[in-house]
C-alpha cells in the first residue's frame, strides 16, 4: 500500500535502486499497479518506495544533528553552566537515568562536585540552594507546573499549569484543607490507625513466637489508602478491615490500578506512542494497564453518586460505619462548598476528578513516609526507645491509660515525635528529586534564580535530596539521622532547617505547596505514636537495608517494593 501513496510523490526519479530483493515489498506494489496496466507509474514506485525511506531517515538524522548544533551553539542558557557534556546537547542521558530510578542520587553527585546550579539538559536546570526556593516556588512565582504533569491523569488542581484556573480551581477547594476540617476528621484517622495495630496484633497473634514478620510498606499504604476513601470518598477503601468484604475487594482493585498508573506516567513521559499504542493491542495485560486512570476516576465518580444518593448535597454530617457518632469528610465539605468564603461547589465532574486526584497525592506519600520512619526506629533502637518513654510520660501527665488514644493536639506538643517526623521527611522525602516547573514569558527579561539569568520556556527545578542534606544547613553530618537536631539546635537553626525543608514541595504559603501536610502530619502522628506504643519494631534483617534503598519515579519508591520489619508486644 505504501507504493500507491508515493506515486503521488515520485520526486525522487533520479534515485536509483539496483536490487529488487532488497526491496521485496516494493516488488509486490509494482506487481499490483501492472494490474492496472500504468507501467511507468509503477516503475516510479518501484523507485520512490526505497528512496522515501532513505529521504526519511536522512531526513531525521539531519534534524537530530541540527539540533544538536543548535542546543550546543545557539542555546539561550549560558554555556558557563556546569553538568556533564552530554546534558547540552540532549536530554537522553537524564531520561535513561529517570529509567533508572537514580535521578536523586545522581543529581545529588552532580551538585555536590558543581555547586548549587546544574545543567541537566538543554534548557533544564538543577538548584540545591535554598534561596531559589522562593523564586520558583514561593508565592507570586512566575513559574509555572511543566507540561510533564499533563501525564499524570485528568486535569485538576494537581495538574493544573495556567495560574489563573489554578487559582479559581485551588479558591473552590482548598477551604477542605483548613485546619479545622482536618481536625473534625481526627476520629476517622483514629479508626483507621487503630485498625492498622489490630491487623499487626492478629498477625503476632497468629505466630508460635508471638512475634510477626510484616512487609511494612503494604500495610502503611494500606492506612494511607483507607484514610483517604475514608475523609476523601466519603467511603472506606476497607483494606484494614478485618474478613472478605466487597469493599476490601474494590480495595484491592483500586491498588492494583493504582500501581499501574506509575507505569502509565513513566511510559507517557518517556514513550507516548508506545502508551497509546499499548490499549490497542489486543493484550489483556496492556489494556488493563492502559485503562488503569479511567478505573481510579471510575472509583472517585461512584463514590461521589453513593454520597450523595445516600446524604444528599446540603446534609454536611454523615452517621459513621456504626451508625453512631455523627462526622464531616472531607467530600461533604466539597459538596457543599463554603457559604463563609462565598465558594460555590464544583460540578459533578469535577469533585470526582479531584476527589481521585487527591486520594492519589495523598496515598503513597504518606503511606510511604510512615513506613520509612517505621524503618529509622527499627535502625535506630535507642531513639525508639526514647520515643516510648516520650510516650510513657506524656500518658502520666495526661493520667491517660495505656489503652486509650492520645489526641493529635497532644501528640503536638512532642518534640521527640516531631523530630522523628521531621528527619523521615528530610531524608525520606517523597518526591526527593526534582518538581519541574517552567519560566514563562510573563518573567521580566533577564530574571535570575539562584545567580543564574533565565530566558522564558527553561525548565527549573529543585532537587530536595540534596537540598536535604546541606551541611551549611543540617551540620556535619546530614546523612545521620538524628531527631534531636530539631530539638536542641539554636532557635535560629531550626528556623533555618524548618524554611529550607522541601518535602511538601515548596513554601507554606507556595501556590502549589502541598495543601494536606496537615492531615498528613495528623495521619504520621497517630500511626507512629500507636504502632511504637504497642510494639518492639526490628529489622527482619539485613536485607531490610537493600529493601528500602531509594529510588524515585518521580514519588519515592524502595528499591526491593517492601519493607520488612519484625513486630512483637512490648
Ligand atoms: C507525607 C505526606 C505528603 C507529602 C510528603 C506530600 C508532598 C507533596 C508535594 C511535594 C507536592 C508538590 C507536588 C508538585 O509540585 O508536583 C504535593 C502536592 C499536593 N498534595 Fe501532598 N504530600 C503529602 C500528603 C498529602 C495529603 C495527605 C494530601 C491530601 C489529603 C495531599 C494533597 C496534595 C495536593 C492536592 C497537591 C497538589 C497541590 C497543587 O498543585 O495545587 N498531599 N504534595
Redesign the pocket.
Known sequence: MRGYHSVKTTQHPGRLCTSQAKFPCTRQSTIRLRRIGNKTMAFKVYLAAPSMAVTATLLAIVSVIARIINNLLFSSLPASLPGPFIAKISNIWITIVDLSGLRAQVLHRLHQKHGPVIRIGPKELSFSDPGAITTIYGPGTTCV?SPA?NNFGRQG??Q?QNPDQ?RHR?RRVSHI?GTTSTSQVEPLVQRVVNNLVSTMQSKIELDKEKHAVVDMLHWCRMMALDV?GE??MGKSFGTLETGDTKEKRDGARYVRHLDATYTLVGLQSFCPPIARLMGLLPVERLQVLARSWDVVYQYGEEALREYVKQHGRTGGEVLDTAGMKRRKT?LSKLVQGNEELGTEPLADDEISVEIS??TF??TD??GT?AAYALYRLACNKAWQDRLREELRQCRIREGKPSDEDLSFATLQSLPLLHGVVMET?RLD???PSS?PRMTTRLLPPGTVIGGVTLPPGTLVSMQAYTLHRDPGIYGDNPELFNPARWISGDVGSVQRMQDSLF????PKEG???????H??LM??KLALAALTWRFDISLKGPNTHEEMEMRSYFSLVPKGHRCSLLLCNI
Do not use: D
Not at 518535602?503 to 515548596?506: I, L, V
Not at 501556590?511 to 501536610?517: A, D, E, F, M, Y
Open positions: 507546573k504533569y488542581m494537581f493544573m489554578h485551588q484543607f483517604s475523609v476523601l472531607l486526584n487527591i497525592a495523598a506519600t504518606t513516609t521527611l522525602s517523597s518526591v518538581l518535602a511538601f514541595g515548596g501556590p502549589r505547596t502541598c495543601p494536606g501536610q492531615l498528613a495521619e504520621l
